[in-house]
């Protein structure tokens, strides 16, 4: 059997409106019919612009990870560095971007690991997840004022540990990190 894309109809938009509308958050509620004919009344969409991470491994092998606290889930947590995409940016500038304000390490070799959707069921938006590698300290961090966080240069056998115990926590950062270390266990990396 050939794995693709399934062929299900889209449901059709009846009527639409914006609940929300915020820099942060954008809630738009659909009014829809189903491939089946049932019409859902209140289907609701958050709507982000596209996000980006980066594992980026300096040239002496270790990772640049970040611990913060997040609180949706009220807990601190081991991370990539993330961020949105802005306006007028492709994926991989919004990434080097973040990399630099957060961490003050850029340069390197870039490459798109994965393209993932956050949560496909309600969000509109893509996570383009990035692997850099030979990345150097160039900068000092330049975060916002809302931003707080802590730099750690991690070797590989630690952030494996990080993700078995469950201290890396975001299901966007999670995914290519265990990406990455199946493609290096497979030697494809």
């Known amino acids: ?52 991470n980066t594992i980026a491994v300096t040239r002496e092998g270790k990772f640049v990870m970040i611990r913060q606290y997040r609180h949706g889930v009220r807990r601190t947590s081991y991370e990539v560095c993330a961020g949105y995409c802005e306006k007028g940016e492709t994926p991989e500038e919004s990434a080097r971007r973040e990399l630099m304000e957060e961490t003050g390490f850029g340069g390197g070799e870039w490459r798109e690991l994965l393209v993932i959707a956050p949560n496909a069921s309600s969000s509109d938006n893509y996570t383009h997840c990035f692997l850099a590698t030979g990345v150097e300290k160039v900068a000092e961090s330049r975060l916002e004022p809302t931003e707080e966080l802590k730099v750690f240069l991690l070797d590989e056998a630690e952030v494996l540990d990080l993700l078995k115990s469950g201290l890396v926590i975001q299901a966007t950062m999670v995914a290519p990190l265990w990406k990455y270390f199946c493609l290096k266990s497979m030697g494809e990396l």
């Open 1 to 52: 059997m050939k794995i693709t894309e399934g062929e299900e109809t889209p449901w059709t938009i009846l009527d639409s409106e914006y609940v929300v509308r915020h820099r942060w958050l954008t809630a738009r509620r659909d009014r829809v019919r189903m491939a089946n004919g049932v019409v859902n009344d209140a289907f609701f969409v958050l709507e982000y612009p596209d996000w980006v």
